[in-house]
């Protein structure tokens, strides 16, 4: 699937606003991403490119949009 077929979700995806997060909040992200449904998503916000979650996220079967 490709951007372009759930752009128009994003309105509905939960927002996880980890800006400024001192915690490790990856195992939370992680712990959300798992109880999605098919075509539930989430929205992270970051200050910076959180790189390191795409490949982890792609093999729970995310796909990502910056």
Same mark, same amino acid.
């Given at each position: 699937?490709?951007?372009?077929?759930?752009? &128009?979700?994003?309105?509905?995806?939960?927002?996880? &606003?980890?800006?400024?997060?001192?915690? &490790?909040?990856?195992?939370?992200?992680?712990?959300?991403?798992?109880? !999605?449904?098919?075509?539930?998503?989430?929205?992270?916000?970051?200050?910076?490119?959180?790189?390191?979650?795409?490949?982890? !996220?792609?093999?729970?079967?995310?796909?990502?949009?910056?």
């Amino acid at each position: 699937m490709s951007y372009e077929n759930w752009k &128009d979700e994003i309105g509905t995806f939960e927002v996880m &606003d980890v800006r400024g997060k001192k915690m &490790d909040f990856f195992p939370a992200l992680k712990a959300k991403a798992a109880a !999605l449904k098919n075509g539930e998503g989430l929205h992270i916000i970051q200050t910076f490119e959180p790189v390191p979650l795409y490949p982890v !996220l792609a093999l729970m079967g995310f796909e990502h949009h910056t």
